[in-house]
């Protein structure tokens, strides 16, 4: 129950934090909206995985959590390349968009296909609910669009 709260309280402070971004910042960035939302999602995930009772409702807490964790890279990257005041096209940011979406259904499919999690069940450690996995054919995508977002952040940094 400890890890139960301590996601608790990670979702509760990324809501004030982005609550905060509202308030007081005056000229507000979409991509710190996306990176702050994103955060926010991916904690209230963690935090709904861990009570959950039922494998088909740890399914959708972890889809939850992918929804924010898909989108955390690309908010990173763009904020990034505002930052450097990088030139652009226009198009880069909705192809990344629809990357993200991709590897998002991909990363959401345990329950309905195999090809992320060949198999999945709920297990209990240190009294929280998390997902037993057997990884499936498509996983390593995740890895592979994790690194090329670092890359591509550390490439434009150098």
């Known amino acids: 129950m400890i890890i139960s709260s301590v996601y608790a309280i990670a979702a509760v ?3 004030v934090l982005l609550a905060a971004y509202f308030v ?3 000229k507000k960035e979409a991509w710190f909206f996306v ?4 955060i926010f999602v991916v904690n209230a995930g963690y935090f709904a995985l861990s009570i959950s009772d039922t494998l088909g409702g ?7 959590s992918y929804a924010g964790s898909v989108f955390l890279p690309l908010s990173m990257l763009m904020i990034i390349l ?3 005041q990088a030139k652009y096209s226009r198009w880069l940011p909705k192809a990344l968009l629809m990357i993200s979406v991709a590897v998002f259904f991909v990363a959401a499919s345990p329950g ?6 060949a198999q999945v069940s709920l297990t209990e450690i240190d009294g929280a609910t998390a997902l037993a996995k057997e990884y499936g054919p498509w996983h390593n995508l995740y890895y592979v669009y994790l690194a090329s977002y670092f890359l591509s952040m550390i490439g434009c940094i150098l």
């Open 35 to 38: 990176l702050f939302t994103a």
């Open 24 to 26: 007081m910042v005056k």
């Open 58 to 64: 740890a399914l959708w807490a972890n889809r939850v």
């Open 82 to 84: 505002q930052t450097l």
């Open 112 to 117: 309905w296909l195999d090809i992320y999690y």
């Open 13 to 15: 402070l990324s809501l």
